[in-house]
């Protein structure tokens, strides 16, 4: 079941349970979804598009597994939560897939990893990053890999010192992956890392309260937030990408009738005229209740993973395939 409550074209959906189904010939998989149908009876329909078996099962046997995505032009990037060296670039539309290599060890202790999949347009290769900082004197590591080739390589940036943690959710936009950083004092600011320069620069925040959730994405061809507190949603649009003054409100939710129980666990946005249906996972989705899922914005392509292989040693494989279990 799925209830909305309409504020203009802007949807609230909660849902009330997420049911997940294995196939006893293939248990261990990663079965990808599309969502069917949005406005259709207040329900939506999850579509099963395929699954890609997973290697190496004995390091996860007897585990609940969940595999984290990112999407970009089409294409996705999966990896397991529990083996980070099983992860894979993939087409859901051709059933195309590429196993990534294995990433470098991690031998001292660090903060949260942080994740990123983009696009360099002038060279037409995809990108895997891999963010992390070290607890004892905050040295930030930036690990990247380009899809296509058998290594990740190191790649010396300059940021600021106070950075103490970056989310872990990434943005895809305009040749640049974002994060939102937070510095030993807890401000808030976007660090873009630009993929023609190989550099960060930062952007500021619209201002908030503190005790908000904030996520950030590409909406409508701009860069976008959502901030979220007890009661209240906002999204902002960067109006001039770059201009840290260029933010502005484009929607807001309110309700003080309901309580915190009651907040939903998606916003959903309905383009009546560019036909785009949008959701948007909120912070306040109680994931035990309903266990842990990701909604992905997916534009279709029939790019060929062959398309983006450089040299000889990585092999693109594909689900159809007589010789892929499935």
């Given at each position: 079941?799925?209830?909305?409550?309409?504020?203009?074209?802007?949807?609230?959906?909660?849902?009330?349970?997420?049911?997940?189904?294995?196939?006893?010939?293939?248990?261990?998989?990663?079965?990808?979804?599309?969502?069917?149908?949005?406005n259709s009876?207040?329900?939506?329909?999850?579509?099963?598009?395929?699954?890609?078996?997973?290697?190496?099962?004995?390091?996860?046997?007897?585990?609940?597994?969940?595999?984290?995505?990112?999407?970009?032009?089409?294409?996705?990037?999966?990896?397991?939560?529990?083996?980070?060296?099983?992860?894979?670039?993939?087409?859901?539309?051709?059933?195309?897939?590429?196993?990534?290599?294995?990433?470098?060890?991690?031998?001292?202790?660090?903060?949260?990893i942080s994740?990123?999949?983009?696009?360099?347009?002038?060279?037409?290769?995809?990108?895997?990053?891999?963010?992390?900082?070290?607890?004892?004197?905050?040295?930030?590591?930036?690990?990247?890999?380009?899809?296509?080739?058998?290594?990740?390589?190191?790649?010396?940036?300059?940021?600021?010192?106070?950075?103490?943690?970056?989310?872990?959710?990434?943005?895809?936009?305009?040749?640049?992956?974002?994060?939102?950083?937070?510095?030993?004092?807890?401000?808030?600011?976007?660090?873009?890392?630009?993929?023609?320069?190989?550099?960060?620069?930062?952007?500021?925040?619209?201002?908030?309260?503190?005790?908000?959730?904030?996520?950030?994405?590409?909406?409508?061809?701009?860069?976008?937030?959502?901030?979220?507190?007890?009661?209240?949603?906002?999204?902002?649009?960067?109006?001039?990408?770059?201009?840290?003054?260029?933010?502005?409100?484009?929607?807001?939710?309110?309700?003080?009738?309901?309580?915190?129980?009651?907040?939903?666990?998606?916003?959903?946005?309905?383009?009546?005229?560019?036909?785009?249906?949008?959701?948007?996972?909120?912070?306040?989705?109680?994931?035990?209740?309903?266990?842990?899922?990701?909604?992905i914005h997916?534009?279709?392509?029939?790019?060929?993973?062959?398309?983006?292989?450089?040299?000889?040693?990585?092999?693109?494989?594909?689900?159809?395939?007589?010789?892929?279990?499935?």
């Amino acid at each position: 079941m799925i209830r909305h409550l309409h504020s203009g074209i802007f949807h609230l959906v909660e849902y009330d349970r997420i049911e997940w189904h294995e196939r006893r010939n293939n248990p261990l998989c990663c079965s990808v979804f599309e969502v069917l149908d949005p406005n259709s009876n207040n329900s939506i329909k999850l579509d099963p598009k395929f699954e890609i078996p997973i290697p190496d099962p004995k390091s996860i046997q007897g585990r609940r597994v969940y595999v984290d995505v990112l999407s970009c032009n089409g294409l996705f990037y999966l990896s397991c939560s529990m083996d980070r060296d099983i992860s894979l670039v993939c087409n859901p539309i051709t059933g195309e897939f590429i196993r990534l290599p294995k990433q470098p060890p991690i031998l001292r202790p660090y903060e949260q990893i942080s994740w990123g999949f983009g696009f360099h347009p002038k060279t037409n290769q995809y990108k895997v990053m891999r963010i992390y900082i070290f607890k004892h004197d905050r040295r930030m590591v930036v690990e990247m890999h380009t899809v296509g080739t058998s290594t990740w390589i190191n790649i010396e940036v300059d940021y600021p010192k106070n950075l103490i943690h970056v989310l872990n959710h990434s943005a895809y936009f305009n040749g640049a992956l974002h994060w939102i950083g937070i510095d030993v004092d807890g401000n808030d600011s976007i660090w873009a890392f630009n993929f023609d320069t190989e550099r960060f620069q930062s952007f500021s925040m619209p201002p908030k309260d503190q005790g908000t959730k904030v996520r950030i994405f590409e909406f409508r061809g701009s860069l976008c937030l959502i901030y979220f507190n007890d009661l209240l949603v906002t999204m902002w649009m960067m109006k001039r990408y770059g201009d840290g003054k260029s933010w502005a409100p484009i929607f807001q939710y309110t309700n003080s009738s309901i309580t915190t129980s009651q907040l939903p666990s998606c916003i959903g946005s309905l383009d009546r005229k560019n036909q785009e249906f949008r959701i948007f996972v909120t912070p306040w989705c109680d994931f035990k209740a309903h266990g842990k899922f990701q909604i992905i914005h997916h534009v279709p392509t029939l790019i060929p993973l062959k398309d983006i292989i450089i040299g000889d040693n990585v092999e693109v494989q594909n689900i159809y395939s007589p010789d892929n279990p499935n």
